[in-house]
């Protein structure tokens, strides 16, 4: 399958400080990518779509200005969480959509933020 | 609207069946997938059913789809250690970004 790099990994920031989280998919070109949230015992929750050349589309209650998204590339997007705060502390994975006959998604490896 | 549910835990002992339950609400849903996620790696795409499917078999997994209860489940046959990880039902309802459920931790007793 094609395979989509998440980094970094896991990340300890301090209260204030901005965080930037990269989503790479390393074998294909992914015009649409996907930004996830996961709070400890719950569900992913889409926070955004990030789409190549344009503005994300977020969702409702998400704060755009709080996450921002930059997909500048085919092949790239990121999201910095801005001015952290510890209830940003969470689990953020992201996917890439592969168009085509079958269009698919693949994920990232997540990220474990955590803010102190 | 959108909400799918699973239960946080599974035990089972190497060798048996295990049997992953989800429900979902959104009856316009196309295609409902399984996916798992072992620590320290991303969601990996185990299998998938199209909506107007009843059953679905992958070698050791089946995938169960019962439209009308909006109930789908996902089998282990012949359960491995290596098979012990957290399984996430999501479903597909047309909006390409897809919607998960809390996710199962299976863990796999010798």
């Known amino acids: 399958g094609a395979v989509v790099s998440q980094h970094p990994s896991r990340v300890i920031c301090k209260s204030g400080t901005s965080v930037k989280i990269e989503c790479r998919s390393l074998?294909?070109?992914?015009?649409?990518m996907f930004w996830y949230r996961q709070f400890p015992k719950q569900s992913l929750m889409l926070m955004a779509t990030s789409n190549e050349g344009s503005k994300a589309t977020y969702e409702q209650g998400v704060e755009k200005d709080k996450f921002l998204i930059n997909h500048a590339s085919l092949t790239l997007s990121t999201l910095t969480v801005t001015s952290a705060h510890p209830e940003d502390s969470s689990f953020y994975i992201c996917?890439?959509?592969?168009?085509?006959?079958?269009?698919?998604?693949?994920f990232g490896q997540g990220t474990r933020l955590t803010v102190v | 609207g959108e909400d799918v549910e699973q239960s946080l835990f599974l035990s089972v002992r190497e060798g048996d069946s295990s049997v992953i339950n989800c429900t979902y609400t959104?009856?316009?849903?196309?295609?409902l997938y399984w996916y798992k996620q072992e620590p320290g790696a991303g969601l990996q795409l185990l299998t998938y059913?199209?909506?107007?499917?009843d059953m679905k078999q992958d070698q050791r997994l089946t995938v169960l789809l019962n439209k009308k209860d909006k109930h789908l489940s996902l089998r282990i046959a012949d359960t491995q250690t290596g098979d012990s990880a957290i399984y996430f039902c999501?479903?597909?309802?047309?909006?390409?970004?897809?919607?998960f459920g809390s996710g199962t931790r299976l863990q796999v007793q010798p």
């Open positions: 074998d294909f070109q992914a015009t649409t």
């Open positions: 996917s890439a959509e592969r168009t085509g006959p079958n269009t698919e998604a693949f």
């Open positions: 959104d009856s316009s849903s196309t295609y």
């Open positions: 059913i199209f909506s107007n499917m």
């Open positions: 999501a479903e597909d309802t047309g909006r390409r970004a897809l919607t």
